[in-house]
Structure formats: C-alpha cells, structure tokens
C-alpha cells in the first residue's frame, strides 16, 4: 500500500522537482518523511515569507514552477506575501500547505484558519486535496496551471489525514507540452502595416519579456526591426546587450531623459507589457499609436489603451513580425540620435568621490561580469539601478515592480546563486528591507552558498522620507537605529565589512567574490541626489505642461 504523502512527493519528482523550500509543521510529517526517500531536496529556511520569495525566484528564472511548503495556520499565513509576490510578479510557484485533519476534530478548531480561501484571491487556484487518489491528477492540474497563459502561483492544502491514509498505487499523469498558438497573420499584418508606415517607431519591452523562453527571440527581434527600444524596469534586461539601441529604462511614468524619446514616438511596439509595473508611459488622446505584444490580450487601463494586439507566443509571433518590417522600416532609427544624450545624462556625476546612488551603481557595474546577477530589494536605489544599470546578458538583473515588496531581494539571490553556482549573485538591499528577512543569512551559510549581500544604509524608510520631503511633509517617523552589520555578518558566521571610503567600495566588493563564500557589505548612501536629479533637474529639464 501507498500512502497519499507518498503520491504527493511522486508526483512531483514527476514534475522534474529537485528542491521543495519551506518550513514544515506537525500536519506535514508524513510529507516529511516520503521527501526523506525522494530525489528530492528539502531545503529548510528560517521564515515562510522567504521560502516563498526563493521558491518564485525559481519560477522567473527557470520557467519551471519553484515549490515551497509549510504547515497549517501562522505558518501558512506567513505565504501570503510570497503568494502575492509570485501572483502580481507572473512567476511560477506551487504552495505546498498543511491542514488538521478533515475526517475527525479532535483539537476543534486550534490553529484552523481556512487558508484555501485566504488564498484564492492571491493565487491562480487554491484547493485542498480530500482524497489521495486525486493527488496526481491534482498535482499534474497545478503545475500546467501555474505555467500557461500568464504564469502565476497555484495552492494545494493537504490535510494531515489524507497525506497518511493508505490507498492502492495510483498511475502518475505524465507532464505535457504546453502549445501556445500563434498570432493571427491578420494581426500580425495590421502592425506591420504601422510599424513600416511609422515616422518615429520605438519599441518597448516590459515584464512578460523577462521569461526565460523569450530572450533569445526578443534580442532577434530586436536586431531584424533595427527599431531603438526602451524597457520597464521588470523588463530591464530580457534582450542580450549589444545592439547600440538601447535608449534607456523607464524608471519613472513620465518626464526623465528616456520620455524624451518616448514622447517623440509616433508608434510604439510594446512587448509583453504588463499593467501590474507602475506605468512606464501614460498614454493620452492623440498621443502615439500603441501596439501591443504579448502572449495575452492587453488588459485595458485609464494610462494604457493599445490601438492594435498581436496575441499568441511572443517568439513565433515576433519572427512572423520581423519577417514583414526586417528592411522596410525607413524611419527605423529615426530616434536613435536621442540615444547619446539620454545615456549622458544617467552616466552623470557618477564619479564622484562619495556614496551618491550613480557612483554605487557604476562601481557595481564594474565589479560584476556580464553575466553577473544583481537581486534588489525594494527601497530608494531600486530607481536607481533601473534608470542607470546596464545589463549586457539577459535576467541579470532582478528586481520587483510589481507588488514592489520589502524583504525580497536577498531570498532572490539566493535562489539565483544556488541556481548558478559559478556566476557572482549580489543582493543589494536597503537597511531596512534586509532587516525584513535578514534570518536568512544562515540559510546562506548553511547551503554555503556564494553570495555577496550589499546593505545601502541610511538608518531610514528612505523612500518614503524622501517622498515626506517631495510632497511638503515634515521629516518624521521614518528613522531607526541599525546594529554594527560587520559584526553582524560574524554572528552568522559569514564575513562582515564596513566601508566608509568610496575608493575602497569597488575593490571590498571584488575580494569578496574572490574569496567566495558569504560575506556582507554595508556602505553609507547619500541620499540628497534624490532632490536634486529626480526632482529639481527633472522638473527643470521637462516644465510641467500647465495648458
């Protein structure tokens, strides 16, 4: 006999699952222990929140759904922010949960909350498993679930009962191809017609044009159209680098460098755009015509309202686009002369001798090969890096712009680093986004991973002071104290640094990779750039229009 744990844990070695993160409890025993026979690796952390993280880090970078479980309840409770995370993020992700038993009571109603509801407002589906017969069928549903159409996290509760009841072998479902059709020639004909008949075309990549799949596809597209594009800041680097026309990342909505040219833009090819990243351009009556790319139809907003949709597999109906622009475009490079300026401008002040964000960005730049992973946290510098990082390999750069949450950056390097052990992984993160999950650098140590951590530290909530100070409020509430990080670091047995001289920022950062292991760094940011370029510059470089 086999017992429904058993058949949870075939399927998903089905499934081709290597690693399952989490935190389990009691109700998960039996799972437990099926895992203990399995191929597959149980990778215990010390908060569900950045198992989540980890597990939908997999899902982006992978394409495959990253899986992580824990208990019933609180524990349970504590995946509702990784479950967003991965919902709002389009990342694949299966949330693994444990529930009391359903055939009996005896503990009434302790630690019972009804976590398949919690969750179906975060998830593409949520389910609890009542019979262990269903169990690969179900397993099989949730996985092709969590990966079609737009990708997204998918919830399964076994209850503890079920996971141990005993029943007659069950045939696994074998995973299946997922075939998405191909844009209609019709539609692909309409936007070819504008695109060749543009005077001024740009293209833009936002967050769907980060799947794995699509790079290779996107970077050909992009060299056939000879069309200069501009990314999301979730889009930011999905295309190799290379190609001399990139124009830059929309970091704001409107009125930095790269609006220059994207207010010029009669026609714009918005590939694999996004509602859920904050609006790389706000679309306007009689503003520029706006196709839209992607693998689902475009959901329509007060800021983006596409005039023409090329809908189905983003790589086919890419090729079957350039077939019919490739040389036919005249106009292509039409706002290509913008490109030098608005690269000059982010490039400025960026080697000044102290910590202004433009200097911290160029130093990383330099300290990390093409290749390099970057994984931020949310705060300040996520604006930072976006507007003045350049990526020259495609998903080197990793950040959220979607539910933008604190805490995420350093359980996403993580997973970068244990996915490409032989690449440097850095985790740049603010003091108080790392405070948000900074019990995970045991996690670090114990799967001794190599991986540097990079603390921003300005003893602040920086962003939103900053924003206390944009819109007329006094500077209040916002500061805190931090502890001594080197120390910090030592407590968890990984290395610690301190770096107060920026001539010794760059040269810290490459002796850590080079010695390997984990190590953090803490810098001091100046934080007064943020008045100066994002408001004061811009608000002077581009007037608010007032008619």
Not at 135 to 158: H, K, N, S, Y
Not at 206 to 211: F, L, M, Q, T
Not at 273 to 282: C, G, R
Not at 354 to 377: C, E, H, K, Y
Request: aromatic share 6%; hydrophobic share 45%.
């Amino acid at each position: 006999m086999t017992k429904g744990s058993d058949l949870l844990v075939a399927a998903l070695e089905n499934e081709g699952v290597e690693r399952i993160f989490g935190i389990p409890g009691e109700e998960n025993l039996d799972v437990v222990e099926s895992l203990r026979h399995s191929s597959i690796q149980l990778v215990i952390t010390r908060h569900e929140q950045a198992a989540a993280f980890m597990a939908a880090t997999y899902g982006r970078l992978t394409g495959k759904p990253g899986v992580c479980i824990s208990t019933l309840g609180p524990g349970a409770l504590n995946f509702t922010t990784g479950a967003a995370y991965a919902f709002l993020g389009a990342m694949p992700m299966i949330i693994l949960t444990g529930q009391k038993g359903i055939r009996s009571s005896r503990q009434a109603q302790f630690q019972i909350v009804d976590i398949v509801n919690t969750m179906k407002p975060l998830t593409k589906s949520a389910r609890q498993i009542v019979s262990p017969t269903t169990i690969p069928t179900l397993v099989r549903d949730a996985f092709r679930m969590a990966q079609e159409g737009r990708p997204g996290p998918v919830q399964l509760e076994l209850p503890e009962d079920i996971a141990g009841m005993e029943c007659d072998p069950v045939p696994l479902v074998p995973p299946h191809p997922l075939e998405v059709p191909v844009a209609g020639a019709e539609a692909v004909e309409r936007a070819a017609a504008l695109i060749r008949a543009a005077q001024r075309p740009l293209v833009m990549l936002g967050a769907a044009a980060s799947r794995p799949a699509s790079s290779e596809a996107l970077s050909r597209f992009v060299l056939r159209a000879g069309i200069p594009f501009f990314t999301t800041q979730m889009g930011k680097g999905s295309v190799a680098g290379g190609s001399g026309l990139y124009m830059g990342t929309a970091a704001l909505s409107e009125r930095d460098y790269v609006h220059e040219a994207i207010d010029r833009a009669d026609v714009i090819v918005a590939i694999g755009h996004d509602t859920i990243e904050k609006p790389p351009f706000v679309m306007r009556p009689g503003g520029p015509t706006v196709i839209h790319v992607s693998y689902q139809p475009a959901s329509v907003e007060q800021v983006y309202f596409p005039q023409a949709e090329v809908v189905g597999d983003m790589g086919r109906s890419l090729a079957l686009l350039a077939d019919r622009i490739e040389g036919q475009v005249p106009n292509a490079k039409a706002l290509l002369p913008l490109r030098e300026g608005i690269l000059a401008h982010l490039a400025d002040r960026a080697g000044e001798d102290r910590f202004t964000p433009q200097r911290i960005v160029r130093d990383v730049r330099a300290v990390m090969p093409s290749d390099g992973i970057v994984a931020l946290d949310n705060g300040m510098y996520k604006i930072w890096f976006a507007r003045n990082y350049r990526t020259q390999v495609a998903n080197t750069l990793l950040l959220d712009n979607a539910l933008a949450t604190m805490g995420a950056g350093l359980p996403s390097a993580m997973m970068a680093s244990m996915l490409y052990p032989d690449r440097r992984v850095l985790a740049v993160c603010g003091d108080g986004g790392f405070m948000m999950n900074d019990q995970e650098m045991e996690t670090a140590v114990r799967l001794k991973l190599n991986l540097v951590v990079l603390i921003l530290q300005d003893n602040a909530y920086g962003m939103i002071r900053w924003k206390q100070a944009v819109d007329g409020f006094a500077d209040y509430g916002m500061t805190f104290g931090n502890p001594d990080f080197e120390l910090y670091a030592r407590a968890f047995s990984c290395q610690g640094h301190r770096v107060d001289d920026i001539a010794q920022f760059a040269p810290t950062l490459e002796a850590a990779f080079r010695a390997g292991g984990v190590h953090l760094v803490s810098v001091p940011i100046d934080y007064s750039e943020n008045e100066r370029v994002l408001v004061n510059e811009l608000r002077e470089a581009f007037p608010p229009n007032l008619s």
